[in-house]
Structures are given as C-alpha cells and as structure tokens.
C-alpha cells in the first residue's frame, strides 16, 4: 500500500508541472514533505525534500532540455531512507545518497517520457481532421501516461524493494566515509544551488539587497523566514513606487528647432 501511495504522488507531482499547476508538487521539497507523511517520518521528508530544492534552486528545464529529476529523486530517497536506522542526521544522509543518484539517473528516462507523446500527437492530428472531438481528447489526456510511466515504475519498484531489511543491508553495505561525504555534500550543494540562481539574476544592480540580507542574518540574528519576509514587503515596495506609464498615453511632444520651427 505505501509503495501505491508514492507511485500516486510520484504521479501527482509531475501533472503538477505538465497541467495546472495547484501545489508546486514538482518542487523536491514539496514532494519530499509528501513522501514524508505518506511514510509516517515528515522530518525526513521535508529534510531530504529541503535539500534537494536548495540544490535545484538555480536548475530549470527550457524548452526540451533534460535535467535531474530531483522530486522524484526526494520521493524515492524518503522512501528508503524511513526505512533505514539512525537519528534523522543519519537517515538524511541515507536518504540523499540515494536521491541524489536517483534524480540523475531518472534525467535519462525523461527523454523517452518526453518522445513517446509524439505517437499521441499524430494521432491526435488524425481526430482533428476527421472532425471528431473525443478521440482528440482522449489523446490529449491519455498522452500524459509516458510522462508519469518514467516516474511511477521506478518509485514503485524502488518503494516495493525498500524493505526494512533491504535497507539496512544497504546502509551497512555503504562505507562510512561515503555517508560522510553525502553529509558534506548535503551541506555544500545548497550554495551552489544559490550561486546558480544569483547567476541569473541581477545582482550587479541590486548588490545592496545581499548586503541587507547578509546584515539581517549574519548580525541581527532574524530568522529565514523573517528575511524572505522582509524581502517580500520589498517587492511590493519597489511595484508599488516604481513610476507607471498611463496606458494609451501620448508621448511627450518634441521640441522644435530655434532656427527652422521644425522638430528635432
């Protein structure tokens, strides 16, 4: 029964991205945290799912371009780790040194959830000219299954092969430095992630924003939340002073030459 659940989250979290979208399921830590409650550990799924949202902070896929699966990587990397021994450090750890491979090598399946729709389209190009609007639906429905197959099957058999024993096979199989190592990765690849994402943004221009966050946590203690908080009402600030053009306003007229009374 848990191994249905996650392949039905599993499931959810990307219609999420590929329908409207309602609760951000395609984001790690939002499918980290259901993977949580779904095993009955919440910490370790919003601990793993944080984590890896952190690292995918400045990833995006663009048009056809291929990048890790990280929510179905947080859903998986909870699922065996809940099911593994230590304290919640040590479950982390787990649950990250499975994740992280997940998500990597769940990008190459992503491609054939990307080209079998292609069948689904041609079809559906056969519905329109034939005029019949419920094949066209169908189709247009049912070409959603080769994107959820890519994620599903491996979630189901990943959580159907997560055994307590399984696990725990598998934690005292893996070497000690490694789960070190994981551990610092964990810590390292939220700043790449943040450097990523200031990468794209425009921090030459807005420089003293960083300064005003680096003050705000580093000497008067306020807490994340309090920061992103701060920056909101920012935001707001800036659209609310920013000068706005009328909507169909003429321009301003131009002056006219001193010499011939002509426009400039």
């Given at each position: ?55 995918a ?14 929510q179905t ?54 519905y ?50 490694f ?15 943040f ?17 005003i ?15 992103a ?10 659209e ?6 009328a ?18």
């Open positions: 029964m848990t191994a249905i659940l996650l392949t039905i989250w599993a499931i959810i979290c990307i219609f999420d991205i590929l329908g409207p979208t309602v609760i951000m399921g395609f984001r790690p830590l939002i499918a980290g945290t259901g993977a949580g409650l779904i095993v009955g550990d919440l910490n370790l799924g919003m601990a793993v799912g944080a984590t890896l949202e952190l690292t902070l400045g990833v995006y896929t663009y048009g056809g371009a291929t990048i890790p699966d990280y990587g947080a859903i998986i990397g909870t699922a065996l780790a809940a099911a593994g021994a230590g304290d919640l450090a040590a479950k982390t750890a787990t649950g990250l040194a499975i994740g992280l491979p997940a998500a990597v090598l769940l990008a190459s399946l992503d491609p054939i959830g990307r080209f079998l729709p292609t069948f689904w389209i041609h079809r559906a190009d056969g329109a000219a034939e005029g019949n609007s419920g094949g066209l639906s169908l189709m247009h429905w049912t070409a959603f299954i080769p994107w959820a197959a890519v994620r599903a099957i491996p979630t189901f058999l990943a959580a159907l092969a997560g055994s307590t024993t399984t696990v725990q096979n598998l934690q005292n199989a893996i070497p000690k430095e789960v070190l190592g994981m551990t610092l990765v964990g810590a390292i690849l939220p700043a790449v992630g450097a990523m994402l200031l990468k794209i943004m425009p921090v030459g221009r807005y420089w003293y924003m960083l300064l966050g680096f003050v705000l946590f580093a000497y008067l203690k306020v807490p994340l939340l309090g920061i908080l701060f920056g909101l009402a920012i935001a707001f600030l800036f609310t002073l920013r000068p706005r053009t909507v169909g306003s003429a321009p301003p007229p131009t002056p006219a030459s001193p010499v011939s009374g002509e426009a400039v």
